[in-house]
């Protein structure tokens, strides 16, 4: 079945440090990927969708200059928090559709910690 | 706008019973999923449901959609303690996911 991997799957980082997260779509292409946050006991909410070799779209609220988003390749993609501070401590969950196909296939998360 | 509710947030039921959670859209829609998450982990896809009248079953669970009400109901027969988790719909708009806020299930032994 279709695997998406992140890197890190933890990561504790000082205030103003920034964070890279990366996403990849093992064995299939992805021409879109998505980047949530989760909050504790909360539903996921999408924070902007990656497509292959164009800029993201960022929903409503979501600082584009802080959460930086490249999908360089059809199996990559990465989000880097910049100049993180405690509040951007979350869950951050990437999911991927393949190409071709409506179904998302989801990583298993990165949780981020900012002290 | 499309919105997605579930109900009820919170379950707490014995093990041999049977419930259901209920998962309402407002817009027309033709995808619905049904994921599980345990605390700290990912999403884990449980069923993908296409069409109106859709009707899938893998274990203890089974998921239907009827398209026409804009409802989805996940349905639990004979609940053990291994399927507490909490348990999330999400509707399909323009491939992107509106997902409903989830349903804690806790199955007590």
């Known amino acids: 079945g279709a695997v998406v991997s992140q890197h890190p799957s933890w990561v504790i980082c000082k205030s103003g440090t920034s964070v890279k997260i990366e996403c990849r779509s093992l064995d299939f292409q992805a021409t879109t990927m998505f980047w949530y946050r989760q909050f504790p006991k909360q539903s996921l909410m999408l924070m902007a969708t990656s497509n292959e070799g164009s800029k993201a779209t960022y929903e409503q609220g979501v600082e584009k200059d802080k959460f930086l988003i490249n999908h360089a390749s059809l199996t990559l993609s990465t989000l880097t928090v910049t100049s993180a501070h405690p509040e951007d401590s979350s869950f951050y969950i990437c999911s991927a559709r393949d190409t071709g196909a409506a179904h998302q296939y989801f990583g298993p998360g990165t949780r981020l910690t900012v002290t | 706008e499309l919105k997605v509710e579930q109900n009820p947030l919170f379950l707490s039921m014995q093990e041999g019973k049977n419930y259901t959670i209920y998962c309402n859209y407002s817009?027309?829609?033709?995808?619905l999923y049904w994921y599980r998450q345990d605390p700290g982990k990912s999403l884990e896809s449980l069923f993908v449901l296409l069409s109106n009248g859709a009707v899938k079953q893998e274990g203890r669970l089974m998921a239907s959609l009827d398209t026409k009400a804009r409802l989805s109901t996940l349905h639990i027969t004979a609940a053990v303690h291994d399927l507490s988790a909490t348990y999330f719909c999400?509707?399909?708009?323009?491939?992107?996911?509106?997902w409903g806020a989830g349903t804690k299930l806790i199955i007590k032994p």
């Open positions: 999400a509707v399909d708009s323009n491939y992107q996911l509106i």
């Open positions: 817009t027309t829609s033709d995808r």
